[in-house]
């Protein structure tokens, strides 16, 4: 059945027949209204499915940790685990999840480990009741659903599975019933694309009808910064009973490969940006804002923005962008020398120039080999258009 982004389905396992990347490329740019916060993953072969659940939880938490203090209100001023941090985080946490208070707890741990740069990981999802976490393990998948959602403002979080090919039939029922586990247990809408199931028939397929390409008008009107929502905001998950899981496998538990500094790409690295942050997996962003918060000429900055001139037009995230100066600069892995991203990016920028704004663009193994010289450049590129669009 045929139906737009907006309708895909939250708490269950579908088959999206779309590509991974399509999915991906929207959830990035133009999520709908009440659309969920896009957590990716590629499964892997040969796992049990509490291997499996395991997997994603930890990936999930990984990217949480990262992405701290846009889930907790009121965290953003403390800077370390020591003094008055740990009770301030217990009770921002409580204040957070005031109809949810069996959330605050472990809320308030995944802060304090934010906060010390520490992760915990575990082999399956039962571990953590008789290892760091209290509760169970429908516990731990709520609570990562509900920060990892909080963090983007969004009602609540979906997996998106790249399903590999050449699955066999027990390797597609324990992916299926690891992401039923997901969803029925702790909240979270799981969207199978990539390989279609064979063997396995009881979840459905939905077709997604492409989003209409809509030509924008010159007037220029930056959007906002999103911010985070309230974690109270957020519905609990209905939870059903417990799924038996399938017999463990002794294969061990591998997580998802990270992508290397060159290629950053990290609109495929587990989430999308938080607007006004760089993305917390990349580390060419990181880098270059460390190397620009000491720079008074840098002030004004906003990192992960969107720009859409009218409701209507199709929308684009900027990397970085200097409102006042109307000053975009992209940072740009070795994915975007093929020729159609080169096509894309050139008729993006072209886009951008006609409504008035600069673009600037920087290779990701140009900015962490020679970080002195893309500052130079960066002051000079602002210099030039400071005062241009003032008064």
């Known amino acids: 059945m045929a139906q737009s982004w907006a309708e895909l389905p939250e708490r269950r396992v579908v088959w999206v027949r779309e590509s991974h990347s399509a999915i991906v490329t929207v959830s990035a740019d133009a999520l709908p209204e009440g659309f969920p916060a896009i957590f ?55 204040r957070a999840v005031p109809g949810r208070r069996h959330l605050a707890p472990f809320l308030a741990d995944l802060a304090t480990r934010s906060l010390a740069g520490t992760a915990f990981r575990i082999s399956y999802p039962g571990a953590e009741s008789r290892a760091r976490y209290p509760g169970a393990a429908e516990l731990r998948a709520e609570g990562l659903a509900t920060a990892f959602a909080a963090s983007f403002g969004r009602p609540g979080t979906a997996v998106l599975v790249e399903v590999p090919e050449g699955l066999s039939p027990a390797e597609e029922e324990t992916l299926v019933s690891a992401g039923e586990w997901l969803a029925q247990r702790g909240g979270l809408g799981v969207w199978l694309t990539g390989s279609a199931p064979v063997a396995v028939d009881r979840i459905r397929t939905v077709t997604v009808r492409p989003a209409p390409t809509v030509r924008p008008a010159p007037t220029v009107r930056p959007a906002p910064t999103v911010r985070p929502a309230p974690l109270s905001r957020l519905t609990p998950a209905a939870l059903p009973p417990r799924l038996t899981p399938a017999a463990s496998s002794s294969r061990p538990v591998s997580a998802t490969p990270s992508p290397s500094p060159a290629a950053d790409e990290s609109r495929i690295a587990g989430s999308p940006a938080v607007a006004g942050r760089p993305h917390p997996g990349s580390s060419v962003e990181s880098a270059l804002e460390r190397a620009l918060s000491p720079h008074a000429w840098a002030a004004g900055r906003a990192w992960n923005q969107t720009y859409q001139p009218h409701p209507l037009a199709n929308p684009i995230r900027v990397d970085l962008l200097w409102r006042d100066e109307r000053c975009v600069v992209e940072l740009d892995g070795p994915e975007h020398r093929t020729p159609d991203r080169l096509a894309a990016d050139r008729s993006r920028d072209e886009r951008l120039g006609g409504d008035g704004y600069a673009v600037m663009r920087f290779t990701n193994e140009r900015v962490l080999a020679d970080m002195p010289a893309v500052l130079r450049e960066l002051k000079r590129f602002l210099q030039t258009h400071r005062g241009t669009y003032e008064g």
């Open 40 to 94: 990716t993953y590629v499964a892997g072969k040969g796992r049990a499915v509490r291997e499996t659940v395991a997997d994603v939880l930890n990936e999930l938490e990984t990217t949480v940790l990262a992405l701290f203090p846009a889930w907790l209100p009121g965290a953003e001023g403390i800077a370390g685990p020591g003094g008055a941090a740990l009770p301030a985080v217990r009770e921002l946490a409580r």
